[in-house]
């Protein structure tokens, strides 16, 4: 007499090697149904409605159109930061090297042959070797030594406005021309260095310890100016774009070289 044994969820004993035993275990008896519907329901809570991906699309571009404003407005303001950089740099460049040749001008020589000495001129001034008027012309220690060249540290400079190569380009260029070998007895070999470009004008006024000269000249032997001036002064007016009027620039270097003698001057009187 076999003995039919059952076991909870329905399943004999001779079904246990078919899984029947598997779902016995973690189906409690008479909640088996129950049991399968909720763990259905169970995987469905963890997907995505459609609401909520529509939602969360919505909210990241939101955030990328906002981020892509912040990315475009930083690239702006970096070209324009980069671009008035970028003007800045001739113009500094120019200032320096004015303020350098002007503190660095050698005593005048006032029609006499002095060591170590050169003119100063300012004003509408012919300077031997350039072909334009040029507003100033001096004589300044700023020349580098070279083991190359048999030139000294003092060397003659001149500034001046020239016609520029583009014609339709607005204002003109500011030139420094170098003369170097200043013992030469022919024509001096000039060099040009291009300082600015889109320049309206530049002028030069002298202090002379009581007012601005706007004319200097220390060449002549009965020149009133037989000293250099203890300041000068270097408007440089720039071309704006579409004729609008630039801010000019202004700058004041002071000279302390000054000419000193202790000779008595003899002087007559009549009787």
Not at 35 to 45: D, E, I, K, P, Q
Not at 52 to 79: G, K, P, Q, Y
Not at 96 to 102: N, S
Request: charged share 15%; hydrophobic share 40%.
């Amino acid at each position: 007499m076999k003995i039919k044994r059952t076991y909870g969820g329905g399943c004999d004993a001779s079904s246990l090697q078919g899984g029947c035993g598997d779902r016995a275990a973690n189906i409690p008896p008479g909640n088996g149904g129950f049991a399968a519907a909720s763990l259905a329901t169970g995987r469905r809570r963890h997907a995505f409605t459609l609401i909520e991906m529509t939602l969360a699309t919505a909210i990241a571009a939101i955030v990328l159109v906002a981020i892509n404003s912040v990315l475009f407005a930083a690239l702006r303001l970096r070209d324009a930061t980069s671009d008035v950089v970028d003007a800045a740099t001739p113009v500094d460049q120019a200032v320096t090297f004015l303020r350098r040749d002007l503190q660095c001008a050698v005593t005048p020589t006032n029609g006499t042959s002095k060591v170590l000495s050169g003119d100063f001129r300012v004003g509408n001034v012919n300077s031997l070797g350039v072909p334009e008027p040029v507003a100033i012309e001096l004589f300044t220690a700023t020349g580098a030594l070279n083991a190359n060249a048999p030139w000294a540290d003092i060397q003659r400079v001149t500034y001046e406005l020239k016609q520029p190569a583009d014609r339709s380009a607005a204002g003109r260029d500011l030139v420094r021309s170098v003369v170097r070998n200043l013992l030469t007895i022919t024509t001096p070999e000039v060099e040009d260095q291009l300082m600015l470009s889109g320049v309206a004008n530049i002028k030069f006024t002298c202090y002379d310890g009581a007012q601005w000269q706007d004319t200097w000249d220390t060449t002549g032997v009965t020149s009133v100016n037989t000293n250099l001036p203890l300041a000068v002064r270097v408007d440089i007016q720039m071309s704006g774009n579409g004729g609008a009027t630039a801010e000019p620039i202004e700058i004041v270097v002071p000279i302390d070289a000054q000419w000193r003698t202790n000779m008595v001057l003899s002087t007559t009187t009549g009787s």
